[in-house]
C-alpha cells in the first residue's frame, strides 16, 4: 500500500496512492464502497502505517477492495495529482538521519577507498528538517551564497513506525512503517569565509554545511508501507536530471543494509516515529563529472515499488 498526505482546497489529509490520482482516506469513501470499519479523517499518515497506526488494518482493506482485480477505481473517489499539492510523507520528524558513503562505488568514484562492513561503521549526518524537507514537485532552490557546485543524491528512505532502543538488527524491520525517496541535495565546493584561517577539521565541516541549505531534502511522493516491501535490499533506483539518467542501482549494493543502520542509531539514540533516515547514495552523482544543478533543471529520483520524486532547479531570488 501507498500512502501520501496531499493538500486540496485548504485541506490537509492521507490518501492511498496511484501514480496519476490520489484516493483520499475518508468516511465517504470507506461509505461508498459499502464498507462499513471506521476510516477516521486526518493528516498524520502514520496513523494508517504499521507497525502502530490504528487505521493501518482500515486502510490496507479499503486498498484492497479498491484495487481486487477486475475493478476499476470509481472516477468519483479519485483526485488527479495535477489538482492537489502533494506533501512530505511526515512534515516535521524529531529526527532526520543521512547516511554518507554506504554504496562502495560511490565511495571510489569519490575517490575513496570503500572498506567491508565489519572493518567500519556507518557515517551518519543530520539535516534541519524544517527548513530543508521539501514537498515533491518544490522547487529545490540554488542558493545566493554559494550556486555554483549544486548535486543530487537519489536515496531509500526508511520511516520509523514505533519507538526503540537498542534494537538488534534481526528485529529492526519490525520498527518501520514504511519507505520513500529522498533527493540528498548538496554544495560540494562550500566555503563560508574565504579569508579564513585554515583549522584542521575546515574540509568536514564545509561538506556539512553544504547539506544544509534551505530546499535541500526533497521527499516523497508517498510512503510505501513496510508490509509491502519485506525486503528493502531488492529496490531498484535510479536518477535523471532533464531527462538524461544520472544513476542507477540497487539497494543490494549498500554496504550497510537498512536494519543494520536501524540497530547502529538505536544504540545511539532513541528511534521514534516519523523518525527518518536516508541510507546513502549509490555511484553517479554529479561532482564526478563535473556536472551540477542550474536554474531550470529538472531532477526524477525514483526507486522501484515507491515512486517518482519530482523537483524542479530554481536559482534563489
Known amino acids: ?36 470499519v471506521s476510516v477516521t ?21 479499503l486498498a484492497a477492495l479498491l484495487t481486487r482485480p477486475g475493478h476499476e477505481i470509481p472516477p468519483e473517489f479519485r483526485l488527479a495529482v495535477s489538482e492537489i499539492e502533494l506533501l512530505v510523507p511526515v512534515p516535521r520528524p524529531n529526527k532526520l538521519f543521512l547516511l554518507a558513503g554506504n554504496y562502495a562505488d560511490h565511495i571510489r568514484e569519490g575517490g575513496g577507498v570503500a572498506a567491508e562492513r565489519a ?31 549544486i548535486d543530487w543524491e537519489c536515496e531509500l528512505a526508511v520511516v520509523i513506525g514505533r519507538r526503540g532502543k ?21 554544495d560540494r565546493q562550500f566555503r563560508p569565509n574565504p579569508g579564513r584561517k585554515p583549522r ?23 510512503l510505501t508501507t513496510a508490509d509491502a516491501i519485506p525486503d528493502p535490499q531488492q529496490l531498484a533506483l535510479g536518477l535523471s536530471v532533464n531527462g538524461q539518467v544520472r ?6 549494493q549498500q554496504i550497510f543494509p537498512v536494519a543494520a543502520v536501524i540497530e547502529f542509531l538505536s544504540h545511539i539514540c532513541t528511534l521514534e516515529p ?9 555511484a553517479g552523482v554529479g561532482h564526478t563529472t563535473g556536472t551540477y544543478l542550474h536554474h531550470g533543471d ?3 529520483a525514483w526507486i522501484e515499488r515507491i515512486g517518482t520524486l519530482r523537483s524542479l532547479v530554481v536559482a534563489e531570488s
Not at 492511498?16 to 484516493?23: I, S
Not at 539535516?127 to 518544490?138: C, F, I, M, V
Not at 544513476?247 to 543490494?252: D, I, K, L, N, R
Open 1 to 36: 500500500m501507498r500512502l501520501c498526505r496531499f493538500l486540496h482546497r485548504g485541506q490537509i489529509g492521507v490518501a492511498l496512492y496511484f501514480d496519476e490520482f490520489v484516493v483520499p482516506l475518508n468516511p465517504q469513501v470507506a461509505q461508498a464502497v459499502g464498507w462499513n
Open 41 to 61: 479523517s486526518g493528516d498524520n499518515l502514520l496513523d494508517y502505517a504499521p507497525p502502530q497506526g490504528g487505521g493501518f488494518n482500515a486502510a490496507r482493506t
Open 119 to 149: 572493518e567500519t561503521f556507518p557515517y551518519v549526518f543530520m539535516k534541519p528538517a524544517s527548513t530543508t524537507l521539501t514537498d515533491p514537485g518544490k522547487p529545490v532552490q540554488i542558493p545566493k551564497i554559494s550556486p555554483q557546485h
Open 166 to 186: 537498542h534494537i538488534p538488527e534481526s528485529e529492526a524491520l519490525s520498527y518501520v512503517a514504511g519507505y520513500t525517496v529522498i533527493n540528498d541535495i548538496s
Open 200 to 222: 584542521d577539521n575546515d574540509k568536514f565541516f564545509d561538506w556539512l554545511h553544504g547539506k544544509w541549505h534551505d530546499s535541500f531534502c526533497p521527499c516523497g511522493p508517498c
Open 247 to 252: 544513476q542507477q542501482a540497487s539497494t543490494s
Open 274 to 282: 516519523g523518525d527518518i533516515i536516508s541510507t546513502g547514495t549509490p
Open 298 to 300: 529538472v531532477v526524477e
